[in-house]
């Protein structure tokens, strides 16, 4: 008996061999392999366990339809469609343990919509032409995924590619049995940073939610971290969001790489999941070491925190500009939304002294967020920097009658 179950997704007209070649090393190695044919055009030499025609009805269409199609674009959106809702399913219902996806830009394309359909915690892999390569954006990536190279394997076996097939086909299989799955034992609070010296809040919030019988998870807001946050958001994985990092949408707004998608800050809003925000980091603007700096934001100093980023600081009406975007999106929520303003500062080298310090860009961005905050969203002005005790006491104290009132839940649900 197989201790762990991979299902394994490609076109099986065309990459028989090699998906045939990663199933089998899953069962070397004393796992069970599902196989699903996402093909459209050819037939299989050997018989699926999912076939195409099972995937196309799942997306609501069929082979025929989309091969009428006539555009190879359309016909592969519904595969995507069919095996991401397959393979959720067959996760609910515990019949696989992790999932193994190979391809080139068409199949990787698929690929990501499937480990997007898998909840965080179950092994994803995607073994691709184009691993790591710009062409995949950011959003999407599902937080826990991983991928290698397909390397030399654009057509048949060789043993060049056999290198990766069986890296992944082993890693994949080793992942399943070792991943840890969140226990829910109890409810967790969801909160952002940027870094721990950056911003230190958690330092005291974190022990302090956790006496009173929660857990914390802390995102680290650099894209992908954002990322993350607000999938498990989407999901109601959090009984209370503590948003205090708000750069991924300063950036997205500036055109940078280093955000967490359009619907940064909208996920627990839409799940209706209490939100205490605050805007932490707002006043920075990072980019990719590699990423050439658009032509508004040239003539400004850039520092290189290091050879992956480089930060500079948003001028008065662009800190304006996020106050008023983060209002907008705050405003679209279901559940209750308080915002804490800290007056003297929203990360820590904006202090007397150091390097971000802009007194007149602060009260820039506090005026607007004062103007732009409106009912329900409640707003609250604490006199402290957001790394002072007195803001972490701030969001306790409102957290504390959050759970006292039952607006924060103390049930695993």
Not at 335 to 340: A, E, F
Request: aromatic residues 6%; negative net charge.
């Amino acid at each position: 008996m197989a201790d762990r179950t991979i299902l394994v997704v490609g076109t099986y007209d065309t990459k028989s061999p090699e998906l045939s070649y990663m199933a089998e090393q899953i069962a070397a190695q004393g796992g069970g392999a599902i196989t699903m044919d996402v093909s459209v055009l050819g037939e299989t030499e050997n018989d699926c366990d999912v076939s195409k025609y099972s995937v196309a009805e799942a997306a609501g269409s069929s082979i025929e339809s989309a091969i009428a199609s006539g555009d190879e674009n359309t016909a592969m959106q519904i595969m995507a469609r069919g095996a991401s809702s397959l393979a959720a399913a067959m996760h609910a219902q515990g019949e696989i343990d992790g999932a193994i996806i190979l391809g080139g830009t068409m199949g990787t394309d698929l690929a990501l919509d499937v480990c997007q359909a898998l909840p965080l915690g179950t092994p994803k892999f995607i073994v691709s032409t184009v691993s790591f390569s710009p062409l995949i954006p950011a959003d999407r990536l599902s937080p826990d995924l991983q991928m290698i190279l397909w390397a030399g394997g654009l057509y048949g076996l060789n043993s060049v590619c056999k290198s990766s097939l069986s890296q992944a086909a082993g890693a994949v299989l080793g992942a399943a049995r070792a991943a840890e799955r969140p226990t829910r034992s109890r409810p967790i609070v969801g909160m952002t940073s940027l870094g721990s010296s950056c911003l230190s809040y958690m330092k005291h919030l974190k022990p302090e939610i956790e006496k009173r019988g929660f857990e914390v998870a802390i995102f680290h807001a650099t894209g992908m971290g954002g990322m993350a946050f607000e999938k498990i958001a989407s999901q109601r994985g959090f009984c209370c969001a503590m948003d205090f990092a708000l750069p991924e949408l300063g950036n997205l707004l500036a055109g940078s790489v280093v955000n967490a998608g359009a619907d940064r800050l909208k996920n627990a809003g839409r799940a209706a999941i209490p939100q205490l925000v605050s805007p932490g980091c707002l006043d920075l603007i990072d980019f990719a070491g590699w990423q050439k700096i658009p032509e508004q934001y040239a003539d400004r100093p850039f520092h290189a925190h290091n050879r992956l980023i480089k930060s500079s600081a948003l001028n008065n009406e662009e800190r304006r500009e996020t106050a008023r975007e983060m209002a907008a999106r705050l405003s679209e929520s279901s559940g209750p939304v308080k915002v804490i303003l800290p007056l003297r500062g929203i990360e820590e080298w904006d202090k007397p002294g150091e390097p971000a310090h802009d007194p007149e860009g602060l009260e820039a961005f506090l005026d607007e967020a004062r103007k732009a905050i409106a009912p329900p969203t409640e707003l609250v002005e604490i006199d402290a920097h957001i790394n002072d005790r007195g803001f972490a006491d701030a969001a306790l104290e409102i957290f504390d009658a959050w759970v006292a009132e039952g607006v924060v839940s103390t049930r695993v649900e």
